[in-house]
T-cell receptor, first 112, second 113 residues
Framework: AQSVSQHNHHVILSEAASLELGCNYS??????LFWYVQYPGQHLQLLLK??????LVKGIKGFEAEFIKSKFSFNLRKPSVQWSDTAEYFC??????????FGPGTRLSVLP | NAGVTQTPKFQVLKTGQSMTLQCAQD?????MYWYRQDPGMGLRLIYY???????DKGEVPNGYNVSRLNKREFSLRLESAAPSQTSVYFC????????????FGEGSRLTVL
């Protein structure tokens, strides 16, 4: 079965620092890839998604992600984080059928 | 536009009690899902329903039952709650097909004593 790993459990950054969160999935083929964000006490919201085409995907709030098929990776990036980006970030993969498999999440704390 | 609505938002149960979590979506989505979220484990799929009248087990179905009442509603039932079912439960829905993402409800926090 598909599995998703996220490299960091907890990342602490200062405002204006650059962010990269790692995500790897376990096997290839045709996959759909997603990054979701969960602000404290809230539900998951979609940041961005990849289905096909340009492997560099731009999402909301200045986030982007790059799909590297050969590395089974879909890393999330943001050039300059803000305090309001403090949240938990989840990578997810859908390969076939209806199931979405989520990673364990990375908690991001941005210090003002 | 309500999106995905879950009730109740909070519930405390005693071991052995039963309860049903309700979920409704107003986006005309075919597929609906129930996930549980536990610290350090991400979201794990309990059950999903690809369309009205069908349900399938996910990764962690034991101890749960579901009902796809109609296209809008998908309920999750705990027949005999156990402390291991203490969790936050999320309902989600999506358009069936290759490009639909999940839309989530606000979650239901369940504590089983």
């Amino acid at each position: 079965a598909q599995s998703v790993s996220q490299h960091n459990h907890h990342v602490i950054l200062s405002e204006a620092a650059s962010l990269e969160l790692g995500c790897n999935y376990s096997y290839g083929g045709t996959v759909n890839l997603f990054w979701y964000v969960q602000y404290p006490g809230q539900h998951l919201q979609l940041l961005l998604k990849y289905f096909s085409g340009d492997p560099l995907v731009k999402g909301i709030k200045g986030f982007e992600a790059e799909f590297i098929k050969s590395k089974f990776s879909f890393n999330l990036r943001k050039p300059s984080v803000q305090w309001s980006d403090t949240a938990e970030y989840f990578c997810a993969v859908r390969d076939y059928g209806q199931n979405f498999v989520f990673g364990p999440g990375t908690r991001l704390s941005v210090l003002p | 536009n309500a999106g995905v609505t879950q009730t109740p938002k909070f519930q405390v149960l005693k071991t052995g009690q039963s309860m049903t979590l309700q979920c409704a979506q107003d986006m005309n989505h075919n597929s609906m899902y129930w996930y549980r979220q536990d610290p350090g484990m991400g979201l794990r799929l309990i059950y999903y329903s690809a369309s009205e009248g069908t349900t399938d087990k996910g990764e962690v179905p034991n101890g749960y039952n579901v009902s796809r009442l109609n296209k809008r509603e998908f309920s999750l039932r705990l027949e005999s709650a156990a402390p291991s079912q203490t969790s936050v439960y999320f309902c989600a829905s999506r358009v069936t097909g290759n490009t639909g993402e999940l839309f989530f409800g606000e979650g239901s926090r369940l504590t089983v004593l």
